[in-house]
């Protein structure tokens, strides 16, 4: 099969010939149609994730089950599927709990801890592998069909775990990004009102099209003013910070109203200040948000099956153009999600 390989971290691809990985006792493996490639997978490539050389990334796939391994009862040979990116025991009190991205026996990422979705086949455990439902386009789409596992399902769970209901104020801190503009989309789709921040302003255009009510470009004015200026002063419900820098968690703590809720999802390691008065009088709550439940990646593809939304994938690009595609995405010069065509 062809993959590309990242042989050093830091290094480029090197797109090369290996032998077809064959399915064990419980496996599956999956042809490869499309591969997301986002922020995510573009720290490994830079070397700001270490994993085990050589290693071949990706996860966001749409593909069609080429081979089963004995055991593997949820599957067949021609299924359309994409994948699930946590490699869970599938049997702690947290698998067992819907909430297996806390799995105690986290098994690391796919692309990360096990090769991914960069080569025409990948061989995962078959119960990383998610049936695509009838009803979506998989084979005229499969850009957008292969990202529904991320781009949209890390957006679901936001929505459930701040419990984004139609009445609330929701700001999207980042929101220019391949996941902010998903997390607009999808806050707009809960029928929030959306407040799209972002520091670059030519994304703006493209968070208004994704449903953004406003906008703010947190470079040029106080983002805390600018958040309590829209809401008459009495604070946003929700902000959800895909930064998590102490530049933007503290000022969004600040623009919290009443009953306040901020999410994190960055994994930045930088602190937070947050004042008990404020959390005990407006009963605020912090919390953070680890990508999604397979039952979340179930019901995104569902979602998006029934034409309620579509994923923004601006460019698909081949194997061969790899390095400046992920060259772009490190720059932030992308819009939404761009992937790779692999087979
Ligand atoms: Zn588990």
Redesign the pocket.
Known sequence: MRALVLEAPGKPFVLKDLPDPMPGQGEAVVRVITCGAGLTIQHVRAGRVEVDYPRIIGHEITGVIEALGPGVSNLKVGDPVTAYFYL?????????MNR?T?????GGYVGRAVDGGYAELMKLPAENFIKIPDGLDWQGHPAEVGVICDAIATPVKVLRRAEVTPWDTVAVIGAGGGLGIHMVMMAKWAHARVIAVDVVADKFATCREAGADEVVNAAEVDLTEALLDLTHGKGVDVVIDFVSKTQTLNPGFQALGRGGRLVSLGGTGEPITATPSKLLNNESIIMGSRYATKQEVIDSLDIVARGEVWPLVTEVKPMEEAEDLHKRVETGEVTGRVALKIG
């Open positions: 869970t025991c599938g049997y702690c009190r947290w698998c067992r297996e806390l799995c105690e026996n986290f």
